[in-house]
T-cell receptor, first 118, second 110 residues
Framework: NAGVTQTPKFQVLKTGQSMTLQCAQDMNHEYMSWYRQDPGMGLRLIHY???????DQGEVPNGYNVSRSTTEDFPLRLLSAAPSQTSVYFC?????????????????FGQGTRLTVV | AQRVTQPEKLLSVFKGAPVELKCNYS??????LFWYVQYSRQRLQLLLR??SRESIKGFTADLNKGETSFHLKKPFAQEEDSAMYYC????????????FGQGTELSVKP
């Protein structure tokens, strides 16, 4: 059981380039989220999804796009990379115990993508 | 506003000493509180949920709604406890969203 898989693990981009961080989960979880981890700031929510076809913004959505065409995949797109987007990115999935938007369970995280924008 | 505060960036203790990692939160409804841990070069993983009221690896955490706190405690720290600890909050009907604190790095010295 692979859990949550993120690719790539490392990436260096030039300012202005675009790229997509991939995230896939094989646990049939309804919820998926993207976070960025910066020193002294913890993890901040970028975008999240409560199911296929449904996405919403988190705390720091600017400069990022997401889509959720399937339950399994939740890619994060950087439209025009900036040095401020240098960070470690984590994808996570979880589900609700009672279905719908009820009580949340444990979130499972990917191994992270370390992105440097120069 | 939803907020989680972990006041200590770094907590350094000796092996066998008690440990308390502080977490305070701000939330208007009924929150779900979690502690996640990230060991060196590993992914984040769940340590505790307040609703489970269990002890994992000797750690416990009690939700105090009056003080809006969810401090993580362990009576005798071990070297293998050295890691980054994050307190996180989720509201009911929030679709899996987690609000994290800034994190506390625990260093247990031999």
């Amino acid at each position: 059981n692979a859990g949550v898989t993120q690719t790539p693990k490392f990436q260096v981009l030039k300012t202005g380039q675009s790229m997509t961080l991939q995230c896939a989960q094989d646990m049939n979880h309804e919820y998926m989220s993207w976070y960025r981890q910066d020193p002294g700031m913890g993890l901040r929510l970028i975008h999240y999804s409560v199911g296929a076809g449904i996405t919403d913004q988190g705390e720091v959505p600017n400069g990022y796009n997401v889509s959720r065409s399937t339950t399994e995949d939740f890619p994060l797109r950087l439209l025009s990379a900036a040095p401020s987007q240098t960070s470690v990115y984590f994808c996570a999935s979880s589900y609700s115990i009672r279905g719908g938007r009820g009580m949340n369970t444990e979130a499972f995280f990917g191994q992270g993508t370390r992105l440097t924008v120069v | 506003a939803q907020r989680v505060t972990q006041p200590e960036k770094l907590l350094s203790v000796f092996k066998g000493a008690p440990v308390e990692l502080k977490c305070n939160y701000s939330y208007s409804g009924s929150p779900e509180l979690f502690w996640y841990v990230q060991y060196s070069r590993q992914r984040l993983q769940l340590l505790l949920r307040h609703i489970s009221r269990e002890s994992i690896k000797g750690f416990t955490a009690d939700l105090n709604k009056g003080e809006t706190s969810f401090h993580l405690k362990k009576p005798f720290a071990q070297e293998e406890d050295s890691a980054m600890y994050y307190c996180a909050l989720s509201g009911n009907n929030q679709g899996g969203k987690l609000i994290f604190g800034q994190g506390t790095e625990l260093s247990v010295k031999p």
